[in-house]
C-alpha cells in the first residue's frame, strides 16, 4: 500500500509527487511527508534552543503505522490552526 491509500483510511487525501529517487506527499499546510526507499520523514516543529526543524521518521516497510503518525500531525495541525483557517486550508485555487 501506498501511502497516500493509507492516508485515505483516515480521510486525508493527499497527492504523491515523485522523481529522481524521492516522492512528496503534500498534506496540508505545514505538513509534508517526503520518502526515499528506505524512510518517511515530516517536520513535526522547531527545537526551542536552536529554532531548527524537527522531524519524525518512520520506515516504508510499515505504511499504515506511518500514515497513523501523520493523521496525528494532521489532526494536531488542523486544531491549532481553528476553524476561521479552513477555507484557505484547502488546496483549492483561490
Excluded at 31 to 57: E, I, K
Excluded at 58 to 84: I, M, Q
Amino acid at each position: 500500500m501506498r501511502l497516500s491509500g493509507a492516508l485515505a483510511e483516515f480521510d486525508i487525501s493527499a497527492d504523491v509527487n515523485g522523481g529522481h529517487g524521492l516522492a512528496v506527499v503534500p498534506v496540508w499546510a505545514d505538513l509534508t511527508v517526503w520518502c526515499d526507499l528506505q524512510w518517511f520523514w515530516w517536520r513535526t516543529g522547531l527545537n526551542s534552543h536552536t529554532h531548527r526543524p524537527v522531524y519524525a521518521y518512520h520506515p516504508v516497510t510499515d505504511v499504515t503505522r506511518a500514515a497513523r503518525r501523520v493523521a496525528f500531525s494532521y489532526a494536531d495541525l488542523r486544531a491549532a490552526n481553528g476553524p476561521h483557517n479552513e477555507e484557505r486550508c484547502t488546496g483549492e485555487p483561490v
